[in-house]
């Protein structure tokens, strides 16, 4: 059996890809605003778990951020439940332990990678992973902002950001293709300001900067 970690050091061991290996179900949970890009950075981690053969399931939102659906996640070969519009930190909690249970009983997959709705505080949703009876231990929160909307979240919803990114292991800086001279190393010093420790990378999802260094972290 493998022995559980608590640490972002999980995150960079090396994890074979074998089955008898991952004896514990890995759980990601992206954290962000509308428009962040957790979709898209959705869909390049599932094609990777997937190329490794391993199987993936994915718990999205019904309004998702680039019109990705669970029909279309479906279509394309990944095994997808679509939760109902709302916040599934609150109003959709039943909704989603009930979703959680039935992927572990009926897919058993080897990662599970969570897309709630842009409001959702992230930390709460690792609490509801928890009660559905996953193990914590294996549950990590992916925060993500990015460079075209921080300046206006931070003036207009510092606290909210703040609760946002407080439970995550690392925080991705996405969209880093449309940054401005300076722009990214003001956003790394903001955050390390407010979260020291805390690993933070830039990265654009759409165009793959930095991802195969994403990868690394989630092996």
Known sequence: MVKKRTDISLLRSNISTTKAVFAVMYVYIMGGFLGSGKTTLLMKLASMYT???????LLVNESGEI????????????????LPDGCICC???GTLQSALKNIKNDIDPDIIIIEPTGLALPHKVKELVRVAMIDDEATY??????????????????????MQMS???FVLINKSDLAKPGQIEEMT?????????????????????NMDKVYEMMK
């Open 51 to 57: 190329k490794r053969g391993l199987r993936t399931a």
């Open 67 to 82: 019109g990705v659906d669970g029909a279309t996640l479906k279509a394309e070969g990944y095994d997808a439940i679509e």
């Open 167 to 169: 439970g995550a292991d």
């Open 91 to 93: 109003s959709l909690s």
């Open 141 to 162: 929160i992916i925060g993500i902002c990015d460079v075209q909307r921080f300046n206006d979240l931070i003036k207009k919803k510092e606290n909210f950001f703040t």
């Open 189 to 209: 010093e903001y955050i390390n300001s407010k979260f020291p420790g805390k690993p933070v990378m830039a990265i654009s999802a759409k165009d793959g900067t």
